[in-house]
């Protein structure tokens, strides 16, 4: 029994007893809750933990939180609280010994906090003001002229009265100031051939935010892959991948994307689905159990899901075969959290930086911890993610390498944020765009001067 | 899965305040209230925690077997916050429990349901690294790698090295007088401590010991060292910093079985030599370590032993063709070496997650403690096997060879009927293998909560009065985590028969007069 039961039953009214926290449908497994022995070897890695400091914003402390869920207890708000709290940075999952799938859990319960927790007004508003525009590639362009775009949204009253343009706004704004000068984003041709023997056929997923404020960088996706030797298929009707709704358990919206996405790309006739946005990827990756229960669309998932790679781990995998070109520049690789943590790649994009001939490749300190870029966590909670940002920005400076290098939208706009804070600059570029510039023959100054550099 | 020392059943089951249950009645008492509303009072918000589902996730620490909800917990930010605590305890007479990281392997931060959690974690800076001196001062809270991170740049480290350095706190190392894989050659925690400020259980703030390595008068730090939280917080901590050594080669070597290895051990240390670490895992355990963190160890090996040698590079070097000498001529038949950092991260990967990576393959285990002379560990490794083998439950080996210092880890699926039990009953008749050979009940997790019952296993009664004696000097309300480490709560300076009436709490058995 709680104690506000207890103390209902000591004021003499009748005692209802709470609800439990999850349904019967999709809760958090008992037995993953179950295979975590208590250690606290995820707590230093997770930045919830390095930032507060308390048991119940570390990953140990969430999977309690969920046990007590699991053992009736009611879904109340302070628990709600450090759900939402969670960056999912997964972080926690390459940290644990015991193999605890932190990933699975919270993907559940996240899905049943949706689902079963009143929000407050605001909060909900806030949500869906984000959901109604970051996975819709067409409303972020409309957002790309920024003060038209202002004002677009500014015109919704409840935004406005709920302060949600402040909240939002800060993001769009790096999205734009980092963006390429305005104007028409390339249209990437639908099929491109590779140049020299084809080696393989690959599809393209273009993304939101890379598509609308980082063309750039799926062009030189596009050039990378077909310099490989890659027949490189970009299906024109292509929506985004669900990535944001399944983190923030919007499970039916995350349904629906899914099944959009591998309709676009089941009859492409790929090979490998190639992703250059570590956010995505993961998601991708993991359809086949996002998608587990709906009959029309299992297998294929499944199929897709054994598809999809992320670039560098194609690139990788396929083998250099395009001279590079010397460029003589140091830079710093951060791991971006669903990159690394979610897919466990981390080798590979360091492994393309060290191929290039005259690139001094950094580390930098603490790279498991979280930029605090989160996919939406920055709108939702910026003041921790502002935190988080500032950190790494200090531990990128202390590289004191010229070029960023990561393989996220999200991350490169946190990060550049956050080193403007700091009153300093440094060069931003994906992966791919640093391989384009050296197979390409471009000099360092086209990734230091123009294109995605703050 | 859980990880368990023991369960009511072998061990810890103390009758009366301090035995394990779920918040009830006690947390709500006239006494607690009032400690409660005078701590909102004087403390900021954010630190006193008083939700429920909170409270819940400081249930238990790192033998997740025992589960009290606190009646209140107070995150602690400065000794301000502490001192103000524990002096409200003191004048309320509520218990007070000090938790760090909550690692801990005995339950020793098991909360109380009557008192109050004060969690260390947020006191985590670094307030001074001064190299010259050799010293640092830390709060509590700082993670005992970080202490080392903080370090490195000057050329130093801390040696205290418990498997669980990436996360556990200096005040829990402090506590527990933990020790790591290089305490063969560098000690325990209280080698490396010189002094700490201190919050004693009636609220005052003193400093004990200091800068010097040997403080004049009673040695008063070396008592509150491995005190498990019974005799006050520390909220600041003195460390020693260690020179980083000139060269350091870490070698990896594969045995046909523990009698192969455990006899190679003893052949490097009689042969003078004083590695920094030997550390020895059996077969079972090299298999979980391998499902964790794909160490790759050498196949087929019955034990393996990792041997590291620091110093100057001359002497390494020397200590080292030694060592390949003696791990041979007992029988490896694999023998590898790391040579820069990178490699040697890797062989000690296997080693740090083993217990964590018994969760790979069993349900459920016990990870025992015990102490015994090194010259014993063939004969008791052979007991254990045997204890093993006609019982059908599983024993995974780890532990630090050097220092007769033996983990073992008793697997068992709790969802089979009667093998919790089973595996209990082994776990403990380990501890009895380890006292019949001259060893002890817990070489660095501490007795807390799970072992206290074993402790008349080891002492007299005479022996416990002792100590109760010195717990009584510091803690005469018996308030600074009590119910642990002794079997009995005992009331302090109150002599048989001056009382009229019993006291209330030894007639109703709870506590003996002292
Ligand atoms: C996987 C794993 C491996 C481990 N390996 C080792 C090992 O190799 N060697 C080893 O010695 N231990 C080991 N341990 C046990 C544990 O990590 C140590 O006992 C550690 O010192 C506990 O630190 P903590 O901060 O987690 O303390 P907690 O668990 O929070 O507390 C431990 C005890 O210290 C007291 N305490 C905490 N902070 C203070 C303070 N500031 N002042 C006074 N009392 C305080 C508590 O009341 C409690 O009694 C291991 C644990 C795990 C889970
Ligand atoms: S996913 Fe990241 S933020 Fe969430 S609990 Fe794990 S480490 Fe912490
Ligand atoms: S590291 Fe794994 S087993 Fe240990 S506390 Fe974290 S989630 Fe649990």
Redesign the pocket.
């Known amino acids: 029994m709680t104690t506000d039961a207890l103390a209902a039953a000591a004021s003499g009214q009748s005692i209802d007893l709470p609800t439990p926290a999850f349904d019967e449908y999709r809760p958090p497994s008992a037995a993953l809750v179950g295979d975590c022995v208590h ?3 995820c707590l230093p890695s997770c930045p919830t933990y390095v930032l507060w400091g308390e048991e119940m914003d570390s990953p140990r402390g969430r999977i309690d939180l969920m046990k007590q869920g699991l053992e009736g207890d009611p879904l109340t708000d302070s628990m709600v609280g450090h759900f939402d709290a969670c960056l999912g940075c997964m972080a926690c999952v390459t940290a644990c010994p015991s193999g605890v799938q932190y990933d699975r859990l919270i993907e559940t319960t996240r899905a049943q906090v949706e689902r079963r927790h009143q929000r407050t007004r605001r909060d909900k508003a806030l949500r869906g003001a984000i959901f109604a525009l970051f996975p819709y590639p067409r409303r972020l362009r409309a957002l790309r002229g920024p003060l038209r775009g202002w004002q677009r949204i500014g015109g919704d009253r409840l935004l406005r009265r709920t302060g949600l343009l402040e909240r939002i706004a800060p993001s769009l704004a790096a999205m734009e100031r980092l963006a390429p000068r305005l104007g028409k984003a390339e249209r990437l041709p639908e099929r491109t051939a590779a140049i020299g023997t084809r080696r393989a056929t690959v599809g393209m997923l273009t993304g939101c935010v890379q598509r609308e404020f980082f063309p750039a960088v799926n062009a030189a996706t596009v050039r990378v892959l077909a310099a490989e030797g890659c027949d490189v298929v970009v299906p024109a009707k292509q929506g985004c991948c669900g990535a944001l709704s399944v983190h923030n358990g919007r499970e039916p919206e995350a349904l629906r994307f899914a099944r959009a996405l591998i309709d676009s790309f089941e009859n492409a006739g790929v090979e490998w689905v190639v992703v250059n946005a570590a956010g995505c990827g993961s998601t991708m990756k993991e359809y086949a159990e996002l998608l587990r229960d709906d009959p029309a669309y299992a297998v294929r998932a499944v199929a897709f899901a054994t598809k999809v790679r992320d670039v560098s781990e194609i690139l990788v995998e396929l083998g250099p075969v395009a001279t590079r070109h010397p460029l003589p520049i140091t830079a710093a690789y951060h791991d971006a959290c669903h990159l690394a943590h979610a897919q466990g790649v981390r080798a590979q994009p360091r492994a393309l930086l060290n191929g290039i001939p005259g690139l001094q490749l950094r580390e930098i300190a603490d790279p498991a911890i979280c930029c605090g870029s989160a996919g939406i966590y920055n709108v939702l909670f910026p003041e921790p993610a502002r935190e988080l940002g500032d950190r790494k920005a200090a531990n990128v400076l202390a590289t004191g390498a010229e070029l960023l290098v990561t393989a996220n939208p999200g991350c490169l706009m946190q990060v550049a944020a956050s080193v403007e804070r700091a009153g300093e600059t440094i060069a931003l570029a994906h992966t791919v765009e640093v391989l384009d510039a050296s197979i390409q023959g471009r000099p360092v100054a086209s990734l230091t001067g123009g294109g995605t550099s703050s | 899965m859980s990880s368990t020392h023991g369960t009511t059943k072998t061990a810890g089951a103390v009758v009366g305040p301090s035995a394990p249950e779920r918040s009830g009645p006690t947390g709500d008492s006239p006494q607690v209230r009032a400690v409660r509303r005078r701590v909102q009072e004087l403390l900021p918000a954010k630190t006193v925690i008083t939700d429920h589902a909170r409270l819940r996730t400081y249930e238990c ?2 033998l997740a077997h025992y589960r009290v909800t606190p009646a209140l917990a107070v995150l602690a930010d400065s000794v301000d916050d502490v001192a103000t605590t524990v002096r409200i305890c003191a004048e309320e007479r509520v218990p007070f ?9 005995s339950g ?2 098991l909360p109380r349901a009557d008192g109050v959690l004060i969690v ?1 974690s947020r006191m985590r800076a670094i307030r001074e690294v001064s190299a010259e001196d050799q010293r640092a001062v830390v709060e ?1 809270g700082v993670i005992n790698l970080d202490v080392t991170k903080a370090a490195a740049a000057h050329g130093y480290y801390y040696a205290p090295d ?3 350095q990436q ?3 200096i ?6 007088n ?4 290089h305490c063969l050659k560098y000690g325990f925690t209280s080698n490396h401590v010189t002094g700490a400020e201190f919050v004693a259980p009636d609220g005052s703030v003193v400093e004990l010991g200091g800068r010097a390595l040997d403080a004049p008068g009673y040695d008063l730090l070396g008592t509150v060292i491995g005190s ?2 019974t005799l ?4 600041a901590v003195t460390v020693r910093l260690t020179r980083t050594p000139e060269h350091v080669v870490t070698v990896l070597a594969g045995f046909p079985s523990t009698d192969d290895a455990g006899a190679a051990t003893s052949a490097i240390i009689g042969a003078g030599i004083v590695p920094a670490a030997i550390e020895m895992m059996d077969a079972l355990a090299i298999e979980a370590a391998e499902a964790a963190v794909h160490c790759n160890y050498p196949e087929g090996a019955g034990a393996v032993l990792v041997v590291e040698l620091d110093g100057p590079e001359v002497e390494v070097r020397q200590e080292f063709d030694q060592v390949e000498r003696l791990c041979r001529d007992n029988g490896a038949f694999a023998f590898r070496v790391a040579n820069d950092d990178v490699e040697r991260a890797l062989i000690w990967r296997g080693r740090k997650s083993a ?2 990576a018994v969760g790979r393959i069993s349900p459920d285990y016990i990870v025992q403690d015990g102490v015994i002379p090194r010259t014993s560990l063939p004969k008791v490794l052979r007991a254990i096997a045997e204890l093993s083998a006609s019982s059908a439950v599983r024993v995974a080996n780890v532990f630090h060879a050097g220092d007769g210092n033996l983990h073992p880890l008793v697997l068992f699926d709790d969802s089979e009927e009667g093998q919790g039990e089973a595996a209990e009953e082994i776990s403990g008749k380990i501890l009895d293998l380890c006292i019949e050979a001259g060893g002890s009940i817990t070489g ?3 007795v ?1 909560m799970d072992k206290s019952a074993y402790m008349p296993r080891m002492f007299s009664d005479a022996d416990l009065d002792t100590m109760q004696m010195v717990r009584c000097a510091f803690d005469p309300n018996n308030i600074s ?1 009590p119910g ?1 480490i002794f079997p009995t709560p005992r009331l302090c300076g109150e002599v048989p028969g001056r009382h009229k009436g019993e006291h209330p709490l030894a007639k109703s058995g709870i506590a003996e007069i002292f």
């Open positions: 250690c606290g070897f | 620490d790192g429990v000090a938790r760090g990281s909550g690692t801990g392997l020793g931060a260390m509590p418990p498997s669980s996360i556990c706190s005040g829990g190392n402090v506590a527990e933990s020790g790591g894989a498990e939280g006050g917080i520390a909220t217990f964590a660095e997790h501490g807390g985590n642990k």
